[in-house]
Nanobody
Framework: VQLQASGGGLVQTGGSLRLSCAASGSRFRINPMGWYRQAPGKQRELVASITIGDSTNYADSVKGRFTISRDVTKNTMYLQMTSLKPEDTAVYYC?????????WGQGTLVTVSS
């Protein structure tokens, strides 16, 4: 499975960004999908995940600000990020699971300036 993440960039505090993750090459159903992030000097942490039935899970730190969604027909997942804070600065990685295992995208950098 190949995952292509995009949409990162530089934004001011309070701004918004939308990340996308396009999945391709899977022979098996992809479920769930999600986003992790890793800030400098910190461990990678789960940001949000979504199942094929649209059940979602969010880290407490992003609840009410981030929204995860997916278009099953396009095998694409999105992360709408609003009210961004400097502490949201990190490399964001998309991941996907199939019956064969877990797969990771290359990461996209989100930088929130204060």
């Amino acid at each position: 499975v190949q995952l292509q993440a995009s949409g990162g960039g530089l934004v001011q505090t309070g701004g918004s960004l939308r990340l996308s993750c396009a999945a391709s090459g899977s022979r098996f159903r992809i479920n769930p999908m999600g986003w992790y992030r890793q800030a400098p000097g910190k461990q990678r942490e789960l940001v949000a995940s979504i199942t094929i039935g649209d059940s979602t899970n969010y880290a407490d730190s992003v609840k009410g600000r981030f929204t995860i969604s997916r278009d099953v027909t396009k095998n694409t997942m999105y992360l709408q990020m609003t009210s961004l804070k400097p502490e949201d600065t990190a490399v964001y990685y998309c991941y996907a699971e199939t019956r064969r295992g877990a797969y990771w995208g290359q990461g996209t950098l989100v930088t929130v300036s204060s």
